[in-house]
């Protein structure tokens, strides 16, 4: 049977140049890179490498990147390690009202310890809107943090603009830029942001290894006590063969980014426009325009996606979706609950993103096997029945 | 999926007795679209057996196999028999739902269970009636 993997916002696969550049770390080189000997300086080397590689990818000093466990980890270290560190100014924190759960549930934390939070909103694209932003800062405020893009809806926010606004009243600006690093242009300097969140496993790298870049001169609170390894800001033994394997995603992301994107948003627009066209009542979630090159969400109206996840597993095909019975929480998307999408709506979220294994034919084999899945759910319907007997009842 | 139990993933694939019935009995729904999961029941009564049960499901794999496995439970019982019919009854002899799917999912008996009362209801208004 074909297969057809389209989860790449769940994890891209790694790839085999970024694997063979691991190997190594996992066997020979095995030293420990804070050892004084040549066991420790070949690691010690190695993580100096990849750390000018993650830095080149994002325009840093090799210096201001502190390699991390996951995206989470960058996250919850950027909330939490830049709003205590700030604690004396104020204890005022702002952030969007979709951002990850490693971003939001850190601010929640930070609101048990004293802090208050502002979640500005988002319109039906998923869009923070900057003067939101600037209405919610006030004199006690320490940190804002949005999401560069959304990766549930794709959608690519004007963190430029935002940026402006937070060097005007001086509040120190984090960006969770998990979903973009890697798969599109992302330049610290051009963002102007303070502090950026990334991941491995977003752009074909390994997982369980991330990295919080912090502008020099912003002060971070330690999330994790113990040695001085980076720079005494995340103490623990690194992870040697992960962040070997970050910085070669990294080397090549800049290399390839433009040719990524470019095959990438091909799939992306042909799902868009031909889903949409071959199936009724299913409607495009996130910016029509501004969004990641290689996602595509939609809605498919009447029917629950977990149901329609498990049928396109059948046919080979692996997707996801943000309805309540595909969380462990059981609760629909928060995102799209934001975007004003009713539950009923989001139960149908269906999400397709595509990595570099994927080509024309793996669009057109969805094409093919969607329709007759979604046809079958609804006839199983009774939100389907009940619209097609109001609609019979209306003529 | 590994999630599932084979037997859930039978009754997910090839669900038994999906449709509507005309004219029916009686008429039960449980749930809503906002938890995620929503289920309608249509039942024929002769003789205080339930002659015939039909569903409709919103919702995901568990919910459609829940649905699929009351139709076939409650097949010809008499109505005593049908109204015992419990969610627990019904996990049991779908090998098992996932601990987190067990309350939100599991509400395929309660749908039956109002179908009935549905019909006694309208038995009961019809007797009055004459």
Redesign the interface.
């Known amino acids: 049977m074909k297969k057809v993997y389209l989860d790449n916002a769940s994890t891209t696969p790694l790839l085999p140049e970024v694997g063979d550049s691991m190997t190594p770390y996992l066997g020979e080189f095995f030293g420990n890179p804070s050892s004084l000997h040549d066991w420790g300086d070949v690691a010690r080397q190695a993580i100096d490498t990849a750390r000018s590689q993650v830095a080149a990818l994002i325009g840093a000093n090799p210096e201001e990147i502190i390699f991390t466990g996951s995206g989470t980890e960058s996250n919850n270290f950027a909330v939490k390690g830049l709003a205590l560190a700030q604690q004396s100014k104020g204890k005022h924190i702002v952030t969007s009202a979709i951002e990850h759960f490693s971003v939001l549930h850190s601010a929640r934390t930070l609101e048990k310890w004293g802090f208050e939070l502002t979640q500005v909103p988002v319109d039906k694209y998923g869009m923070v809107n900057p003067d939101d932003v600037r209405e919610s800062i006030r004199k006690d405020t320490v940190l804002v943090s949005i999401m560069h893009a959304n990766g549930e809806v794709g959608t690519i926010e004007p963190i430029k603009e935002i940026a402006r606004i937070t060097k005007e009243n001086k509040v120190v600006f984090h960006t969770d830029a998990i979903a973009t690093t890697g798969n599109i242009p992302v330049d610290v300097k051009d963002l102007g942001v303070d502090a950026l969140s990334l991941a491995g496993n977003q752009f074909y790298g390994p997982k369980g290894v991330g990295a919080l870049w912090v502008r020099r001169g912003v002060r971070i609170m330690p999330l994790l006590d113990g040695g001085i390894q980076e720079g005494g800001r995340r103490a623990g033994t690194e992870n040697v063969a992960a962040i070997v394997g970050l910085g070669k995603a990294a080397e090549l992301a800049k290399r390839d980014m433009s040719a990524r994107m470019k095959q990438l948003t091909q799939l992306r627009d042909r799902l868009i426009k031909e889903l949409p066209a071959q199936i009724e009542h299913v409607t495009v979630t996130g910016h029509p325009q501004n969004r990641l090159p290689h996602h595509a969400s939609f809605c498919v109206e009447f029917i629950e996606g977990e149901s329609m996840l498990m049928f396109l597993n059948m046919d080979g095909v692996a997707v996801s979706s943000g309805s309540a019975c595909t969380s462990r929480a059981l609760k629909a998307s928060h995102v799209l609950i934001a975007m004003g999408i009713s539950h009923e709506l989001a139960q149908g979220s269906l999400l397709c993103t595509f990595g570099l294994d994927n080509t024309i034919e793996d669009v057109d084999y969805v094409l093919k096997v969607l329709p007759p899945i979604v046809d079958r759910l609804r006839q199983m319907s009774p939100l389907y029945s009940k619209y097609l007997k109001a609609s019979k009842g209306g003529k | 999926?590994p999630i599932y139990s084979d037997k859930v993933m039978d009754h997910?694939?090839h669900?038994r007795n999906?449709g509507?019935i005309e004219n029916p009995d009686g008429v039960g729904?449980e749930g809503n679209?906002?938890?995620?999961?929503?289920?309608?029941f249509y039942i024929k009564v002769k003789d205080n057996r339930l002659e015939d049960v039909k569903f409709?499901?919103?919702?995901?794999?568990?919910?459609?196999a829940v649905s699929s496995m009351v139709s076939e439970m409650a097949m010809g019982k008499t109505l005593e028999e049908a109204l015992k019919i419990t969610p627990a009854a019904v996990a049991a002899q779908l090998e098992g739902l996932p601990k987190?799917?067990y309350h939100?999912?599991n509400l395929g008996a309660q749908a039956l269970h109002k179908a009935i009362e549905d019909y006694r209801s309208k038995k009961t208004q019809g007797e009055k009636k004459s």
Not at chain 2, 35 to 40: A, K
Not at chain 2, 56 to 64: L, V
């Open positions: 999926m997910f694939m669900p999906v509507e729904e679209p906002v938890c995620g999961d929503m289920m309608t409709k499901t919103f919702g995901c794999g568990a919910a459609i987190n799917k939100c999912s």
